[in-house]
DNA sequence: CCGGCATCGGAGAGCGCTCTCCACCCCGTG
DNA sequence: CACGGGGTGGAGAGCGCTCTCCGATGCCGG
């Protein structure tokens, strides 16, 4: 019960530890970052006093030597002055959407020891806050997931020469790695069960046209449906959100009363038109089959969505493990990866 | 167009700025920082040659000497042994629960330049990290959302004298500041506007009972029953899911066919509660009213659900206030600070 | 028995910043 | 005209860590 604890205020440094270990701050290093050969029972000694000073070595030290942080930026990019009402940072965590995301990309980073520094970026301001975020050294990179197709931010960073990687294809070709679905791939598989289950009067409800992955479901839906001998499907535009969906919907039934099959964009749309074709006393998948997209464990149905899968955590995982490429490697090469969808089938279709 | 860029490798350093500028170090940071006086004209010189350089300060040699990083730990903290299936980490971001905490979060930090480094804490062992997190620096504070009430980890944290900011009172009393909603008054609401529209038989579906916010919404609502006369309140347990709250409505139906009124305690359950009375064939409210709890706007029902709002962002924003009072003054005494709740009355009761 | 080569611990120089002194200058005052 | 004091800039000492050298030691072959 000696009391040999550190003769320095304020929390133990190395320095103490190797007093106490009766080695060099160099050997306590090495021992702590298991580089270099050092004595077993020198090990021991140093182990024992780490445990007995209660070090933890300081980060700020560590990374200024470094020049790493063992954390990255989890950045929403999109637009804080679209529709008004709700503020960005709302509007962006109560879509489940980014809930999966995040969830993808703690299930991968967590293991490894780093974390996810939480950023949003909702102006000019913002994005700039970003890149100097990173520029300075407050994370090793940044996983962007954007939520419109024009954002500016991507350029930044690949200019800035930061490591980042995007969540989908960018709208304008620039040199950054990417994530993304097979979004055309995926229409095309709700198109086949439409049709092979015999709908003959088909529509959709796509998402804003301004988001790429949007434009690519709806027109991987009409090609497919045109092979089918379709050439013409009935579409509305939603933005997304239950509302629109069952907005959507009653749009859509007015104008071809006769529509037996919808392929809606996203699940939460498919959600309000449900409630939509519910209400119209329309009986699914009897009268109207619905199909629709991402398979979004929080969305609950009645009946059961029939929906094209989108693996989001496999996919948010994916993004995690190529910025830590990029960050360990900075010639490592700029990849995009490609996800394919699958469709569930439950009882909306 | 001159070409005295840093002669040194690597990004620019307060070093090269003052030598731009003609000054000493001393006075680029002085500038930087705003602290004492500095004459207008070498702070123009200064802020030009930061300008010229592309200077950005680097975080960790900073805050290796102030002892402060500008990012505070969000950490969730749960079993991850629950029951079993989907992984911690997708269970909490599924949740809109979490997302709300985390807009308000964002919401407060994000003007004042400080961003949330996003944790889970569900093993003995990711609570240590987060501990060990905010020892070594790599935080300033934590803010707590725990997903039940025995958790070790804000102790853990108070015994590290590490500051902290719960979300909702932990299960036994310990020195930490906390912000909470008035759970029992609330529930009151709900049992005063259920016998207000003349419901006679009355039920709840409540959370699990390991939850004190659980807890609190079921007694509250009973003892709130038993003085409009009805002492005794039938009542299943559920688990804050959809589909607990549609088996519980389910059994709660079978078991006593004569229910006009539910109070449930949160919006999730509620939902299912209302597919559940839908299969019944059952009205609502004119069969059975349902009053839900949180006020989710995620939750599309139909009908629109009459809830107690519990104003998660302003909460999740006073815990960030909480918390960055802390950081500032160490002696900032232990707060707690209870919200009331409001009645949102909608179609479902 | 000695030289050469691994092996392994220690010394010390930074990493980029803040902040305490200290020196200096320019007032006003006695 | 000397002196004190407020205001301003510079020098330099760290903050706690990593990592490159270097030197000491032990072991091998010649």
């Given at each position: ?84 009402g709700e503020p960005f940072e709302t509007r962006v965590f109560a879509d489940p959407f980014f809930g999966r995301v995040a969830g993808g990309v703690v299930g991968y980073l967590r293991p490894r020891g780093i974390h ?156 309000g038109a449900l409630l939509a074709l519910r209400d119209l006393g329309l009986r699914v998948p009897e009268d109207v089959a619905v199909i629709g997209f991402d398979d979004s464990p929080a969305v609950a149905c009645r ?47």
């Amino acid at each position: 019960m000696s009391t040999d604890l550190p003769h320095t205020p304020g929390p133990p440094t190395l320095e103490d530890v190797a007093r106490v270990a009766g080695v060099s701050r160099a050997t306590v290093s090495r021992v702590i970052n298991g580089i270099r050969n050092v004595a077993p029972e020198i090990q021991e000694a140093v182990h024992r006093a780490i445990a007995q000073t209660g070090y933890v070595p300081n980060r700020a030290a560590r990374s200024l030597v470094t020049r790493r942080t063992g954390s990255v930026a989890l950045v929403v990019s999109g637009a804080g002055d679209a529709k008004g009402g709700e503020p960005f940072e709302t509007r962006v965590f109560a879509d489940p959407f980014f809930g999966r995301v995040a969830g993808g990309v703690v299930g991968y980073l967590r293991p490894r020891g780093i974390h996810p520094v939480l950023m949003l970026a909702d102006s000019a301001q913002t994005r700039d806050d970003v890149v100097s975020f990173l520029r300075q050294g407050s994370a090793d990179g940044a996983l962007v997931v954007s939520t419109h197709g024009e954002d500016p931010l991507p350029k930044l960073l690949v200019d800035a020469g930061l490591p980042a990687v995007l969540w989908a294809r960018p709208a304008r070709p620039i040199p950054i790695s990417y994530v993304d679905l097979a979004h055309r791939a995926g229409a095309a598989l709700a198109a086949d069960h439409l049709v092979a289950r015999g709908c003959r009067r088909v529509a959709t409800i796509s998402g804003p046209f301004d988001v790429p992955a949007a434009q690519d479901r709806l027109s991987g839906f009409q090609e497919a449906m045109a092979r089918h001998g379709h050439p013409y499907v009935p579409a509305v535009e939603g933005d997304f959100m239950p509302a629109s969906g069952e907005a959507g919907m009653h749009r859509l039934m007015k104008e071809h009363p006769d529509i037996d099959g919808v392929f809606v964009a996203n699940d939460l749309m498919a959600q309000g038109a449900l409630l939509a074709l519910r209400d119209l006393g329309l009986r699914v998948p009897e009268d109207v089959a619905v199909i629709g997209f991402d398979d979004s464990p929080a969305v609950a149905c009645r009946p059961p969505l029939t929906t094209v899968r989108q693996p989001m955590e496999d996919m948010a995982a994916e993004m995690a493990r190529l910025l830590l490429a990029h960050i360990a490697d900075p010639n490592f090469e700029v990849t995009s990866v490609i996800v394919q969808p699958t469709l569930v089938v439950r009882e909306s279709a």
